[in-house]
Nanobody, 118 residues
């Protein structure tokens, strides 16, 4: 049984930082592509950042230079460090995992809420 469990969301002031974590179980974590997506109300889910098994990374243009994705294969965990947060970054963030070449069989976490407000 595959589980992706996100944590680390919460309320932060504009300009602040949060670190999201996603603990995976039931998959061969080290070979999976891991990613973070977000979905605002009424909008499509969009990629925020992704990291391959070889630690190649990909970021949405809007978060480059502010967000950093990383993985710890020993802990089966992927992280998203979010700095200089803006109100428009507030939404639900989802963890995603898929085997290379099989994004159609991706697994998803339940999501964690990020709020950015003064």
């Amino acid at each position: 049984q595959v589980q992706l469990v996100e944590s680390g969301g919460g309320l932060v002031q504009p300009g602040g930082s949060l670190r999201l974590s996603c603990a995976a179980s039931g998959i061969a974590f080290s070979i999976y592509v891991m990613g973070w997506y977000r979905q605002a109300p009424g909008k499509q889910r969009e990629l925020v950042a992704a990291i391959s098994s070889g630690r190649s990374t990909n970021y949405a243009d809007s978060v480059k230079g502010r967000f950093t994705i990383s993985r710890d294969n020993a802990k089966n965990t992927v992280y998203l460090q979010m700095n200089s947060l803006k109100p428009e970054n507030a939404t639900v963030y989802y963890c995603n995992a898929y085997e290379p070449g099989r994004p159609d069989l991706a697994y998803w976490g339940q999501g964690t809420q990020v709020a950015v407000s003064s």
